[in-house]
């Protein structure tokens, strides 16, 4: 048995590889099953790979020897033609097969392949530490790109910029795909960066409530432990009634609530 696969690049030969397969179908017929016993087709294959990653341009050119001339051939199980080049291809894998005048028939399979894009990604983050509107960013660095990249952040459309701000801490997922359509991707966890307790909320606390809450008053918010510990109802109450003498600013009032939803960290 000696079938062959003559795979170019675009244009160029590159490997050739044996295998495997030569069999005999039209088995309800003895006397084409002996008559095909004698005979290893040998079927080699010229692959033309396409020309960027979702074209429809690949081809396979089939060449049969050792059988009874003429051939047919046929791909992916399709009707058998004369005619053996198969244009028009997507990438992927076809099973070719060969028919004698005999009837006895060979098949084997080939892979046509995208075109080779070498474009890989890395993925570079700001943590947000936006407060209350995001600022986290991602910063996505192309390496072996052909032509100019677009990126996309999770399901958002393609961008052509490589930058993008206003973002939540959280994960996300990136993809980028080059001028010959081959994507790629990457993911990155955003981290949170947010208010700190000793330079942000502490002193908002000291300067604000401890008047009132550093003693017997419910809750006392002396100590971070308490404060965390009150997290919940600080937040309820200075965006109503506390403190009684008028309302903190809509920034420290934004401050502590994403101190609060960011664990309350003694950061
Ligand atoms: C002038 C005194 C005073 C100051 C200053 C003050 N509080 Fe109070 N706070 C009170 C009093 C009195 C109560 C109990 C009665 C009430 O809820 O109005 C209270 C109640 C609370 C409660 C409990 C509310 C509840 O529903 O259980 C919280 C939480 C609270 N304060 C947080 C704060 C925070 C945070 C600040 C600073 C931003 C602050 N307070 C500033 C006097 C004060």
Redesign the pocket.
């Known amino acids: 048995m000696n079938i062959k696969i003559v795979k170019k690049k675009r244009k160029i030969a590159v490997t050739l590889f044996t295998m495997l397969l030569t069999s005999c179908t039209y088995n309800h017929f003895n006397e084409i099953s002996s008559l095909c016993a004698g005979f290893n087709i040998s079927l080699t294959a010229t692959v033309v790979n396409t020309s960027t990653c979702d074209a429809s341009d690949g081809s396979l050119t089939i060449l049969a020897t050792r059988g009874i001339r003429n051939y047919s051939f046929s791909i992916n199980g399709g009707s058998y033609q004369s005619d053996s080049v198969f244009n028009g291809l997507k990438a992927g894998n076809y099973t070719l097969s060969v028919k004698d005048k005999n009837g006895c028939s060979a098949s084997q399979i080939a892979t046509i392949n995208n075109a080779q894009s070498s474009l890989t990604i890395s993925i570079a983050t700001v943590p947000n530490s936006g407060c209350p509107t995001p600022n986290g960013t991602i910063t996505v660095t192309p390496s072996g790109a052909q032509g100019t990249v677009q990126y996309q952040l999770n399901n958002g459309s393609f961008q052509p910029s490589n930058t993008f701000s206003g973002l939540n801490a959280g994960n996300y997922s990136v993809n980028a795909v080059d001028a010959s359509n081959c994507p790629t991707s990457g993911s990155t966890t955003l981290a949170s960066n947010g208010p700190s307790y000793k330079s942000d909320i502490s002193p ?2 000291v300067a ?2 401890s ?3 550093s003693g017997n ?3 006392n ?1 002396s100590s971070y432990t308490s404060i965390k510990a ?1 997290g919940a ?2 937040v ?3 965006n109503s ?5 008028g309302k ?1 600013t809509q920034q420290q009032i934004a401050l502590i609530t994403c101190w609060v939803n960011n664990g309350a960290l003694n950061n």
């Open positions: 908002i606390i604000n409530c008047s009132c809450h008053r419910n809750p918010l009150s109802s600080i309820g109450a200075i009634n506390m403190p009684p003498g903190l």
